[in-house]
C-alpha cells in the first residue's frame, strides 16, 4: 500500500500542472466561478445546482453517488422535465460546490441540506427523491427521518443502508481514503483548505487506477470531493467497520421504486434482493438485467420506470 500510495502521489505531484489547458488541476468551483448555476444553503455555503422544468410541477431532487461525486451524470433524467419540476445539485463538499471544512460533512449536515432544498422548492407539497449509489442512500436516510417530505422515492441500486448489509458491501481491493494513504495525506498539505484541488485530483487519479473503463465511472473526467468521500464514510464507521448507521430502522410505508442492474456486483441486483428490499414496507424492483451500476439512470428503461411509478403524483 505504501508504495502504491507514494506511486500515485508522484503522478499528481509531477504531472497533474500540464492536465489543463486554463491551468487548473480541476474544474472551479462556484466560489471561484460565479457563473456557475448555483443557490446558497441555509448557513450560506454555496453549490451548484440546476433545475429543469416548470416550477409549477411536482418537484424531484436528484441525489448523485459518492460521497464526494456530481450530477452532472444525471441530467439524462431531464427527459420527465415534461412532467416534473427536476433539481440537480452537487452535495455540499462535493463537485462543483464549495470546499467546506470537515465538521459539516457528515449525515445530520446533509439532512439538513436536503431538508432546505425540499421546503425551499415544495414548501407547501412532499418532494420525490431520486437517487443512485450513496444518493440512493442518502434518500433513504432522509425518508427514515422526514417521510412526511417525501411522495416517493427511487433508489437505484442504493449504497448499504445498515450494517448487514455494510458488512458484506464495504471490501475494497485497494482504499484509496483510508490508512496508509490518508495518513501521507495529512502528514502533508493535501487535506488542508488550499489543497483541496490537489486532494480532488488525487480522488480521481486513484479511482481511474481501479478501473479498465475508457472513462472514469462510466462518464468523462470531472471534479470530485475527496474530503466530502473520507468524512461520510469515517461518519458511517465505514474504515473501523463499526458501521455507526442504521438507515433502515422505523421506516414508514412512502413508495420506494428500486432500479437495479446485473446480479452480480457489489451492489447488483441480488445484494439489493437481499439486504434492502426486504426492509421496505412498500417496495417494487425493477431490473435492467444487463445493465452496469453506472448506467443505471441514464438508460431509457428506467426512464420509463420512474415515469410511471410517479405516476403524476404530487
Not at 446558497?40 to 461525486?69: C, F, M, W, Y
Not at 495518513?183 to 502533508?188: C, D, G
Not at 441514464?298 to 420512474?306: K, L, Q, S
Request: charged share 25%.
Amino acid at each position: 500500500m505504501k508504495h502504491l500510495a507514494l506511486s500515485l502521489l508522484g503522478v499528481v505531484s509531477t504531472g497533474c500542472l500540464e492536465s489543463g489547458t486554463d491551468g487548473n488541476l480541476v474544474p472551479l468551483t462556484v466560489v471561484d466561478d460565479p457563473s456557475l448555476p448555483q443557490t446558497s444553503l441555509e448557513d450560506g455555503r454555496k453549490v451548484h445546482l440546476q433545475t429543469r422544468g416548470d416550477a409549477d410541477n411536482p418537484v424531484v431532487i436528484v441525489l448523485h453517488g459518492g460521497p464526494g461525486g456530481d450530477h452532472r451524470d444525471l441530467l439524462s433524467l431531464e427527459v420527465l422535465d415534461d412532467e416534473y419540476f427536476l433539481v440537480f445539485w452537487d452535495q455540499r463538499g462535493t463537485g462543483l460546490s464549495a470546499r467546506v471544512p470537515d465538521e459539516e460533512l457528515d449525515g445530520p449536515t446533509y439532512l439538513d441540506d436536503l431538508y432546505y432544498l425540499a421546503e425551499l422548492w415544495s414548501p407547501d407539497a412532499p418532494v420525490h427523491l431520486i437517487g443512485i449509489s450513496w444518493g440512493g442512500a442518502y434518500a433513504t436516510y432522509f425518508l427514515q427521518r422526514y417521510p412526511e417530505r417525501v411522495g416517493r422515492a427511487v433508489v437505484a441500486e442504493p449504497g448499504s443502508l445498515n450494517p448487514a448489509a455494510a458488512r458484506d458491501a464495504n471490501v475494497a481491493s485497494v482504499n484509496f481514503f483510508g490508512g496508509e494513504v490518508h495518513q501521507y495525506l495529512n502528514a502533508t498539505d493535501y487535506l488542508l483548505p488550499s489543497g483541496d484541488a490537489r486532494a480532488d485530483y488525487f480522488y480521481v487519479i486513484g479511482l481511474a487506477g481501479t478501473t479498465e473503463r475508457d472513462s472514469l465511472l462510466g462518464y468523462d473526467f470531472w471534479r470530485l470531493g475527496f474530503r466530502a468521500n473520507y468524512r461520510i464514510n469515517l461518519w458511517q464507521g465505514n474504515f473501523d467497520e463499526s458501521y455507526s448507521f442504521d438507515f433502515t430502522e422505523g421506516l414508514e410505508d412512502n413508495p420506494v421504486l428500486f432500479i437495479t442492474g446485473k446480479s452480480d456486483g457489489r451492489l447488483g441486483h441480488d445484494f439489493q434482493l437481499d439486504h434492502h428490499v426486504p426492509c421496505f414496507p412498500n417496495a417494487e424492483v425493477f431490473q435492467i438485467e444487463d445493465a452496469e451500476h453506472s448506467e443505471l439512470l441514464r438508460r431509457a428503461e428506467a426512464h420509463e420506470a420512474i415515469r410511471e411509478f410517479l405516476g403524476g403524483h404530487p
